[in-house]
């Protein structure tokens, strides 16, 4: 420790180069920005593909596919005329992975759909953490009354299984949206299942980091920085938060992955993101009814969802391992 | 004839990988222990005491650890020995007790349980004649009410006990060998003493040797027969623990000794420190890891480590160029038998030796020519005496 | 013992008390909530309508609403559904019950010993390839939605390789009654079984070797080795047997979330009438005797896995034995 | 050893244990009958401190020795307000903390600061040590009461640097980049920045390897002679408390039991137990004859003996041991304890 | 009760010679419909499967074809002709009736059968029988309900006499519907919920678990006295599953497992069923249609031009498509499905149609005539929010409609509920449902039940849930039409269907709905049933079905 030397860099930087030694997690990483440019791209050239628009029925028209001019929905050739099936993958831009029963470009909603889905998951993780960041600092440093209301809250949410906790929320909001004083969400905003997702996943984030914080308040530095007069607002955001905030960030991607499985499944149960608007949940939700017939439909978003989530938690572990965070909270259903 | 010792470790190194890079933990480092002798191996925190003792039970399993030299334990070699010999020494054999008595036990069983089962692992015994075996250990570690000692779970004991029951559980298959990690550092200094009378009475009661890692001078100098200093990874000095004590041969030995503040006597004005913190294993320096903090260092330390000379006590200073000129592996029958003094220091071969360590003194500040007076506890760099002759 | 019991019971009536109170105010204030008009049928006369309002009370102040759908739920238990006239709702929830028991029972005896198998597996091969693709196969299980993945299983064993060797034995979806036919509850439930133990397998089986990798570094197991026992029976004995304290408990909370209605997309993708399904399905006609119930149901028992856990805690970690 | 007479024995009021030599002189802190219960679960009791007056001169150096868990950190602790105290009182310069609010006491802050063990941990390792150090520059005034500015915090942090020897390029980097003895010099650089008159060291130097901690011992020997400072100073070392301390406060289960100078206490302890203290700590000297040592284990604080908290363990004890609880007494000037047959000058 | 000699002989008779006789009927349904009994229920599949449970007075044909339309003499022996201007209804008991508890059907059971229609408040108490004198007394305190003057009963001659407060047109097809279903005078007045009072037709409910299923059985005591009314029927026994989704129903079905399933078949296992299984389909029509219900009483829809624009741009084959294709449903734009009395096709919303230049057939959306309605009604850019059940088919349909709306120039989003939320929730005008996505289909074949229910001024009630007049609709001179029409039908039936055809088309030009598909139900049979006998009120009779 010569006095020459340059500053060595700080506990950051250092996890950031910990990071990037980390072949698996930068192989996620970049599936995971490979996914979410060409979703987020989508409209630059997703048009061009579908050559129809993903989000209005298509029941009646028809495609050109190479010289022919084909019904995107087939009529069944069976003796009572029963029924029409939505054109299968076709082997073309358009319609590569079919249509679903209103005749829609999968491949194009799940390029759109997918815009909607990380939205929703990486919002509702920021959110969730911030909210639990929040709950956990107020109940693990100021505890007393606060964190007996904090606590007994948590526990009551606890006491509901996670996601009928979030279908409950859901059916209520989707019906007629949110009204909060001044602030009016209409019901097909995204905001809706952001918002329930966050709330949903409070206390799993929460508790950790009630935890986290709990064992800081007992820290030594905490100690010395209060016997040096430092006011308690400067405690909590110069010596609590900056420590917290390795939890936060080996929380994240774990919660964006557990944000995107529910927000699939709440779209599944048709609750979550509401049409026309799509997510991969709809998608498969689409999907669930030709199942037998067209499965595409629904495998497809499926897959995409476990690329994503596969590689979230895959750059979590890389995180946690960069941050060394023993605490982490474990991923839960 | 003296017999044969029972332990004789020879140029022990250990490496941990990390980043591509091996680092050398453990360089060179060789001793011998005798049947019922008490070696003590003291050293600052991460001179590699512990990692030490490790490799001689064959428990570092870091992936690409390297472990060189010998290590011979009853004529059989420890280092790179199989799994399967290694597991039918380690216990019965070669006992090991560790520093936290508190997290050495696992907390789910009770301490008879875990005494049976390494008595279960090593003889064929029922269940019922290990609990009694176990239950007459305890007593004989002066645990009281042993039988019901036996039932309870760790954290239901304190310290003190569970360090007895921890000797007991080391001691339950007759080990030859008992290697003890500091085991009375987290205790409070009246029970380390029960402790350390404890481990001073084994070797008549249990005829075991002992290996006892410490840092503490003052646990060596009242338990140890013979004392090994490590710094940094490398022996420093080693000898037998009264002539060491008495004129320390390396400045390292001698200047930890200077800076532990006396009980007794007149309270020195300041404490003799050395200045500066050992290195890092990585920043070694190539020469004598201990001359950047050594009053004493000249060019000569600063090329090669120093080989371990033979020191003579003070009346016999004529042997001294002689003996220097022996690296630490040869004769190792030769060091047994003349049991001197040996440290790793080009002073004794360059004919300057350390004056002997005034006890009881009037303090060394008084003594003019000790080396005390050289050190600085300011500043990183130490004043180094130029080349040439040592101030003394 | 006695406090601990009262104060166990303290908490679990005030989370019962507070969910309830909470599911009820949301519900009155959901619009399209009143099921007056559902229960008097369609195009019934504002008479009708008014005598179903009287009659179940719909004009009387919400406490007291509350404290008859409270005693009707919890003391006379004839509470009956707001949508399907005249259904009792507790014996509606003892008949899902059964089912919803018998699809997570066997997940989870799937899950346990799986994941068991596999976390020591690669705890013991740390830092090999075995390790390595066990621990990668975890997160690909993780990472699979459940209703996306019983899907596909469905897929599968119902239609592309249904008429093969491999999947003919597979029945239709639906769930068959232990009592009435053993086998064919097995044959049933055993896909459902799987797909819902997936995840848990992967959740388990990662928690559980990183548990015995952190351990291995603790002193006991340092002891243990020095004690010269076998690399096996360290493992097993000493490393399992104390991970198994975080293992029960987060066991204990997942298997209860699952009971009180958690696996209900494994309920709805395989068609199984548990008690998930039936609470979505109260949920989604907004049919509040039966939301009320089934929110109870799952509450209780959270409430009371918490309860078992704490007294697993008790045999197996003597620490917290001694701290009560 | 003797024993001294049981008549010798004169009964004082607490206070006056406390009034050692300069009785003229206020002390600068005035700890009075302070206790510290812990409520543990199962409507257990820990009295963590248990009635404990003591007093210290400005430029006094108390030391504060025991075995584990006797209490010392919960004073330590106690006497900066870092924990309330459950009752007493603590004067610093003749004013009552332990009422004070949270903002009342901020300005008393800058006078009295704290040293802790484990030098890692009392660094945040998320900031930089020249922004730790700045802290209590940024939100205490300066002594006319104004923001300090930056240029300022920046001369006093050189200054601090150079106070304990540490090159001004240390401020720009981790916690985790220093060797534990540097971090302890930052640990004191940071207690100093604001120039206070007392400081609790609570094991400031049992962490270190002896070679480092004699760096620091001396350390603190020097900040005391330059500053003026008042130290309590509390270790489990004896050999360090004598050599930094000019008294010496022996705790045993949550009570001094001994209270004295230096030498009077570590040569002629009074007290059975000081002097079992004493007696086992290990010399490095070869052959040093030592004493038994003392049997059994401290009593667990949750169930103190009753009696004399010391009869389960002492040699000497007596059937009034068990049942009547001896009270600090003056022994000799400047030298009480608490026993009732207190061991005569060996 | 002394009359309750168990006469078993005659009832014990069975037919073994006929070959089709016995065996197990396996039916399949999703969900249970919920309480059994027959004065309450409101939900078809009970309907459905208690058809061969209960009788009326009178009854619709089990038969199918066109005769079907008119009701038919039940436990009743005749179809009484009314007197006093259509006020007075007299019927005669059959005699030898017996409930399926033994005991004989008598006048009584008659009478307090219609006043526990009032004491357990059933759906239809109001709306159907609130003619009766003595049902308002009824309405608003059920418990005292005594319909005195209302029905008078003669033991002796056996003789029912209904007095009404004013001539009711279809009070006879009233007498038919399933809540006018006579059960012994012993039945409690409550609800019965999950047991099914005794009642007179050939089987009896022998067992039910809302959760599992329900058993049928024979009646011990039941003798055929009118084919045509109330066949004997072919199983032995009628078993009921519930809890299969319908995919599963559909393989169950394919693999012999089951008979026969309640539930649509799923849209997508169409073409499959059709190639593979096409003799066993069967294919009806069902005076079921679906439609979008404007309210013309919020804008846009308040401007009559804004609802003709959207009844011309609608892609009606669009939503044929989204029903399983030309096969199973039909384009409609009339307010009157095909098989009611008084439907005469007619199209006044299609390419090159007019409401006064109407065509037989929808041909194709007017996009341009659409628009120009718009531009006139000067609504664009207005926001539209389409309420629709959350259900799969309906959720395509809203999707169609959102897109067609945009495509006139309307900012238009959906609001998807359950349907059972929805239903009331589109009715009640607190809640300003601008367009409603919903389903109607009739109890009876009649016209008024369409037209009248959905579209006269009485039946809206504001800040009401229970007002089936969604568009808010109420126009003076259609409402006198449609009186006129109810009335003429107790005179001159064929006069009345005329009438009708007329408020059809008058109530189109008004356009206060978007009819857009009427559907024909596809059931799949299993292999081995036999017998199908469809008939326009009840579908297919379940009694009739045989099994080999
Ligand atoms: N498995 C390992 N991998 C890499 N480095 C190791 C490993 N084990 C120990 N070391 C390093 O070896 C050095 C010596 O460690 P060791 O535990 O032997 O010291 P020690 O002398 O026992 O110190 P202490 O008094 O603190 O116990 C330390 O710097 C430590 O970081
Ligand atoms: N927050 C707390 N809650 C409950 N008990 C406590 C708390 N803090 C300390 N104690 C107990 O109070 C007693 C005194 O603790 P304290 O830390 O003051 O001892 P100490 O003398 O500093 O010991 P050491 O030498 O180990 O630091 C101990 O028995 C300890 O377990
Ligand atoms: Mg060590
Ligand atoms: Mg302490």
Redesign the pocket.
């Known amino acids: 420790m010569t006095a020459e030397a340059p500053p060595p860099p700080g506990p950051w930087r250092q996890a950031l180069r910990g990071l990037l030694r980390n072949r698996a997690a930068m192989v996620a990483f970049a599936v995971l920005a490979l996914i979410t440019l060409s979703c987020a791209l989508a409209p630059l050239y997703a048009r061009d593909i579908a050559r129809t628009d993903p989000f209005t029925s298509n029941v009646a028209g028809s495609i050109l596919l190479g010289r022919h001019e084909v019904d995107i929905m087939q009529p069944n050739d069976n003796p009572l005329h029963l029924g029409l099936s939505p054109i299968g993958p076709t082997g073309h831009a358009a319609y590569l992975l079919g249509a679903d029963s209103q005749g829609r470009d999968v491949a194009a909603r799940l390029l759109y759909g997918g815009r909607n889905s990380l939205l929703i998951a990486a919002c509702a993780a920021v959110l969730c953490l911030l909210l639990a960041a929040a709950a956990g600092i107020a109940a693990g440093f100021f505890g007393g009354l606060v964190d007996v209301i904090l606590s007994r809250l948590m526990d009551i949410m606890w006491a509901v299984p996670v996601y009928l906790f979030a279908i409950s929320l859901s059916i209520v909001t989707v019906s007629q949206g949110l009204k909060l004083g001044p602030f009016v969400v209409e019901a097909d905003s995204l905001l809706i299942p952001i918002v329930i997702i966050a709330l949903v996943y409070v206390p799993y984030a929460a508790r950790p980091i009630r935890g986290r914080v709990l064992a800081l308040r007992q820290a030594e530095f905490v100690t010395a920085a209060r016997c040096l007069g430092v006011p308690r607002w400067r405690i909590v955001l110069f010596d609590i938060l900056p420590n917290v905030t390795t939890t936060l960030v080996v929380l994240g991607p774990l919660l964006m992955a557990l944000s995107l499985l529910a927000e699939s499944a709440l779209s599944f149960l048709s609750i979550g993101v509401q049409a026309p608007a799509a997510s991969w949940g709809t998608i498969i939700q689409d999907g669930e009814g030709l199942i037998y017939t067209r499965p595409m439909v629904a495998i497809a978003p499926g897959l995409a969802i476990v690329l994503v989530v596969l590689a979230l938690n895959i750059l979590g572990d890389g995180l946690r391992d960069a941050l060394d965070v023993r605490d982490s909270a474990r991923r839960s259903s | 004839m003296l017999p044969a010792p029972l332990l004789e470790v020879r140029d022990l190194c250990v490496s941990f990988p990390s980043r591509g890079r091996m680092i050398p933990i453990v360089e060179h480092v060789s001793f011998t222990l005798g049947e019922r002798d008490i070696l003590g191996l003291v050293g600052e925190s991460g001179s590699g005491k512990s990692v030490t003792a490790m490799a001689l039970m064959g428990l570092i399993d870091s992936p690409g650890v390297q472990i060189t030299g010998s290590a011979l334990f009853r004529g059989q070699e420890l280092v790179g020995l199989a799994q399967k010999q290694l597991l039918r020494l380690r216990g019965s054999e070669i006992a090991m007790i560790f520093q936290d008595p508190m997290t050495a036990f696992t907390p789910v069983y009770t301490i008879g349980w875990q005494i049976d089962e390494q008595i279960r692992a090593h003889e064929r015994l029922s269940r019922k004649q290990a609990r009694a075996r176990t239950v007459e250990l305890l007593a004989d570690m002066g645990v009281p009410d042993p039988a019901r000692t036996a039932d309870r779970y760790p954290h239901q004991l304190s310290g003190g006990l569970r360090q007895r029951a921890m000797i007991a559980m080391a001691l339950s298959c007759n080990p030859s060998l008992l290697i003890a990690d500091e085991p009375t550092t987290a205790l409070d200094v009246t029970v380390q003493a029960q402790i350390l009378d404890l481990i001073r009475s084994l070797r008549s009661t249990y005829g075991s040797s002992v290996l006892l890692i410490t840092h503490d001078m003052g646990v060596v100098a009242e338990t140890c027969d013979t004392t090994l200093v490590l710094y940094s990874g490398r022996v420093a000095e080693t000898g037998p623990t009264d002539a060491l004590f008495a004129h320390p041969g390396h400045p390292y030995t001698a200047a930890l000794l200077a800076s532990i503040p006396p009980l007794d006597g007149p309270r020195p004005h300041r404490l003799p420190a050395i200045a500066g913190a050992p290195p890092a294993p990585l920043e070694r320096p190539a020469g004598c890891a201990f001359a950047p903090r050594c009053s004493y260092a000249h060019e000569t330390c600063r090329d090669a480590p120093p080989p371990l000379v033979p020191l003579v006590p003070a009346g016999q200073a004529g042997q001294a160029g002689q003996a220097g000129q022996n690296t630490g592996a040869q004769s190792a029958a030769n060091i047994q038998q003349q049991s001197a003094q040996f440290a790793a220091c080009v002073l004794p071969a360059e004919g300057t030796l350390l004056l002997p360590r005034l006890l009881e003194a009037d303090t060394a500040m008084s003594s003019p020519g000790g080396i005390i007076l050289g050190l600085s506890d300011q500043g990183i760099q130490p004043m180094l005496s130029s080349a040439g002759e040592p101030p003394l | 013992m006695m406090i601990a019991l009262l104060r166990r019971l303290g908490q679990t009536v005030f989370v019962l008390f507070g969910i309830s109170a909470l599911v009820f105010l949301v519900f009155f204030a959901t619009p399209g909530a009143d099921p007056t008009a559902r229960i008097a049928g369609r195009n019934a006369s504002p008479q009708t309508m008014e005598k179903v309002r009287q009659e179940y009370g719909f004009d009387r102040p919400l406490p007291v609403q509350y404290a008859t759908m409270m005693k009707k739920l919890f003391i006379t238990q004839d509470l009956a559904s707001y949508v399907d006239r005249g259904e009792l709702v507790v014996p509606e929830i003892a008949r899902a019950a059964p089912v919803t028991v018998s699809l997570v029972c066997g997940a989870a005896v799937i899950w346990v010993v799986l994941s068991i198998a596999m976390g020591t597996l690669a705890a013991a091969l740390k830092g090999t390839w075995t390790d390595r693709s066990l621990m990668m196969l975890g997160l690909v299980g993780i990472s699979m939605p459940v209703f996306w993945l019983g899907q596909v299983a469905n897929l599968i064993t119902q239609s592309r390789y249904h008429d093969t060797w491999l999947f003919s034995w597979v029945p239709g979806l639906g769930y068959v009654p232990l009592t009435e036919n053993p086998w064919g509850w097995f044959k049933a439930l055993v896909i459902p079984w799987i797909v819902l133990a997936v995840m848990f397998i992967g959740i388990y089986s990662r928690v559980l070797r990183a548990d015995l990798v952190a351990l291995s570094g603790e002193d006991f197991m340092r002891t243990a080795r020095a004690k010269g026992l076998s690399p096996t029976r360290i493992l097993l004995r000493h490393g399992l047997r104390t991970s198994m304290i975080t293992f029960v408990s987060l066991f204990g909370l997942d298997f209860a979330q699952l009971v009180g209605g958690g696996a209900l997309l494994t309920e709805v993708v395989f068609g199984l009438p548990g008690v998930g399904r039936l609470t979505y399905q109260a949920l989604t006609n907004l049919d509040l005797p039966l939301i009320m119930a089934t929110v109870m149901y799952s509450a209780v028992f959270v409430v009371l896995a918490n309860a078992v856990v704490d007294v697993l805690y008790l045999f197996l970690d003597p620490r917290v034995r001694d701290a009560r | 050893m003797t024993r001294r007479s049981d008549t010798a024995i004169t009964p004082d009021a607490s206070a006056s244990a406390s009034a050692s030599a300069s009785a003229s002189a206020r002390p600068l802190l005035d700890v009075r009958d302070v206790r510290k219960t812990?409520h543990?679960p199962r409507g257990q009791t820990?009295k963590?401190v248990d009635g404990i007056s003591l007093s210290v001169m400005p430029g006094e150096v108390l030391g504060l020795v025991?075995e584990?868990?006797?209490?010392?950190?919960?004073?330590g602790r106690c006497l900066l307000r870092l924990t309330d105290v459950s009752s007493g009182e603590i004067l610093f310069e003749g004013q009552d903390i332990t009422a004070l609010k949270e903002r009342a006491l901020r300005p008393l802050r800058q006078q009295m600061q704290m040293v802790f063990q484990d030098s890692y941990a009392s660094l945040n390792p998320r900031r930089r040590i020249g922004d730790l150090l700045a802290e209590p520059l940024r939100v205490h005034p300066d002594p006319d009461g104004r923001k300090r500015s930056r240029a300022t915090i920046t001369a006093r942090l050189h200054e601090l640097m150079d106070l304990v020897s540490l090159p001004v390029s240390a401020l720009e980097r981790y916690a985790h980049e220093f060797s534990g003895g540097q971090r302890q010099r930052i640990n004191i650089a940071r207690a100093l920045a604001l120039s206070p008159r007392l400081v609790v060291a609570d094991?400031p130097v049992s962490a270190l390897d002896v070679s480092v901690q004699a760096q620091i011992v001396n350390l603190f020997a020097d900040l005391q002679a330059r500053l003026g400072l008042t130290y309590v100073f509390i270790a489990?070392d004896l050999a360090v408390v004598r050599q930094i301390s000019t008294s010496v406060a022996v705790m045993y289960l949550g009570a001094v039991v001994e209270l004295g100078e230096t030498d009077a206490v570590l040569h002629s302890p009074a007290h059975p137990y000081s002097a079992a203290l004493t007696a086992a700590v290990p010399r490095p000297v070869v052959g040093a004859a030592r004493a038994a040592p003392l049997g059994g284990d401290i009593p667990s604080?949750v169930a103190r003996p009753a009696g004399c908290r010391f009869h389960t363990r002492c040699p000497f004890v007596q059937d009034r041991c068990r049942v009547e609880e001896p009270a600090l007494h003056v022994i000799e000037p400047g030298h009480s304890v608490a026993c009732h047959f207190p061991l005569a000058e060996g | 009760q002394p009359s309750a000699t168990p006469l078993l002989p005659q009832a014990a008779v069975h037919f073994p010679s006929d070959p089709h006789k016995g065996g197990t009927l396996r039916l399949a349904a999703q969900d249970s419909g919920g309480t059994l009994d027959p004065q309450v229920s409101y939900i078809s599949l009970i309907k459905e499967l208690e058809t061969p449970v209960y009788d009326g007075l009178l009854a619709f044909p089990k038969f199918s074809g066109p005769a079907a339309q008119h009701v038919i003499a039940d436990l009743a022996e005749t179809v009484p002709q009314s007197e006093d201007g259509g006020r007075t209804y007299r019927f005669t008991l059959r005699p030898n009736l017996h409930f399926s508890d033994g005991q004989t059907v008598g006048v009584e059971d008659v009478a307090a059968s219609f006043r526990r229609l009032f004491k357990v408040g059933s759906p239809t108490a109001g709306p159907y029988y609130s003619h009766i004198i003595g049902a308002d007394a009824c309405l608003h305190d059920p418990a005292h309900c005594t319909l005195a003057g209302g029905i008078e009963t003669d033991a002796a001659t056996r003789t029912i006499t209904f007095h009404l407060t004013e001539p009711d047109a279809e009070f006879l097809d009233r007498l038919a519907w399933f809540h006018a279903a006579i059960v012994p005078a012993s039945t409690p007045p409550h609800d019965t919920g999950n047991t099914a009072p005794p009642g007179t037709g050939p089987y009896r409910v022998t067992s039910y678990d809302p959760a599992t299923g329900m058993v049928l059985e024979r009646n011990p005591y039941f003798q055929e006295w009118a084919h045509d009314a109330q066949p004997a029927g072919y199983p032995d026994t009628m078993q009921v599953t519930f809890g299969l989704d319908t995919e599963g129903e559909v393989t169950a079905i394919e693999n012999g497992q089951y008979d026969w399933m309640y539930e649509d078949l799923p849209l997508d296992r169409l073409g499959e069923v059709g190639s593979r299984y096409a003799g066993q389909v069967q294919i009806y029509t069902l005076l079921l249609y679906y439609y979008a219900a404007l309210n013309v009483r919020l804008p846009p829809f308040n401007s009559l031009k804004a609802r003709q624009a959207l009844n011309y741009a609608i892609n009606r084959h669009a939503m044929v498509i989204y029903h399983g294709g030309p096969a199973v449903s039909a384009p409609l734009c009339q307010l009157l499905p095909q098989g009611t009395p008084g439907y005469v096709p007619n199209c006044a919303y299609t390419k090159g149609a007019s409401p006064a230049h109407p065509l037989p057939q929808w041909q194709a959306p007017d996009l341009e005539e659409a628009r120009r309605l718009v531009r006139e009604s000067d609504t664009a850019g207005q926001k539209i929010t389409i309420v629709a059940p959350l259900e799969g088919r309906y959720a395509a349909m809203a999707m169609e409609l959102r897109s067609t709306l945009a495509s006139l120039g309307y900012s238009a989003t959906v609001r998807s509920l359950t349907q059972t939320v929805q239903f009331p929730y589109i009715q009640n005008s607190d809640n300003h449902v601008q367009l409603a996505l919903t389903g109607w289909n009739a109890d009876y074949p009649s016209a008024s039940s369409f037209l009248q229910t959905l579209f006269a001024c009485a039946s809206f009630h504001p800040h009401s849930d229970n007002s089936p007049n969604i568009s808010a609709f109420c126009n003076p001179e259609i409402d006198a039409l449609m009186t006129t029409a109810a009335r003429t039908a107790l005179t001159s039936p064929e006069q009345s269907e005329k009438d009708w055809a007329e408020v059809d088309r008058a109530l189109m030009a008004q356009a206060p709905a978007v009819p857009l598909v009427q559907i024909r139900r596809v059931t799949l049979l299993s292999k081995r049933t036999r017998n199908a006998i469809v008939t326009l009120n009840d579908e297919i009779l379940l009694s009739q079905l045989q099994v080999r």
């Open positions: 812990y543990l820990l963590a025991g584990s868990g006797c209490g010392k950190s919960t004073l094991e489990h604080p």
